[in-house]
């Protein structure tokens, strides 16, 4: 069974920065690609960033040249470093795990962690 764990979130003034950790079991993050998801209250869960099992990384127009995906393979751990966080950036972030990219973009799984709460504010 997969499990996911997300981590590193907190409460940081815009400008600032955090890296959000996701750790697995069950499933090798280095033969699948991983995607970086955010949603807050009333909204649908959005995808921010992905990484394919192979690296190479794609992320959502509000965040490129600001955050960055990247992967552990000896942690089994996939980790996004925000910087210059934004209010806009405030939600619940989450993780998960697909065979391919399509799967990640798509967003449709079975079950999702518990999410790690991001909140920028001054």
């Known amino acids: 069974q997969v499990q996911l764990v997300e981590s590193g979130g907190g409460l940081v003034q815009p400008g600032g920065s955090l890296r959000l950790s996701c750790a697995a079991s069950g499933i090798i993050f280095s033969r699948n690609a991983v995607g970086w998801y955010r949603q807050v209250p009333g909204k649908q869960r959005e995808l921010v960033a992905d990484?394919?099992?192979?690296?190479?990384?794609n992320y959502v127009d509000s965040v490129k040249g600001r955050f960055t995906i990247s992967r552990d393979n000896a942690k089994n751990a996939v980790y996004l470093q925000m910087n210059s966080l934004k209010p806009e950036d405030t939600a619940v972030y989450y993780c998960?795990?697909?065979?391919?990219?399509?799967?990640?973009?798509?967003?449709?799984?079975?079950?999702w962690g518990q999410g790690t709460q991001v909140t920028v504010s001054s």
């Open positions: 990484i394919a099992a192979i690296g190479y990384t």
């Open positions: 998960n795990a697909a065979p391919s990219i399509r799967d990640i973009r798509r967003g449709v799984f079975g079950s």
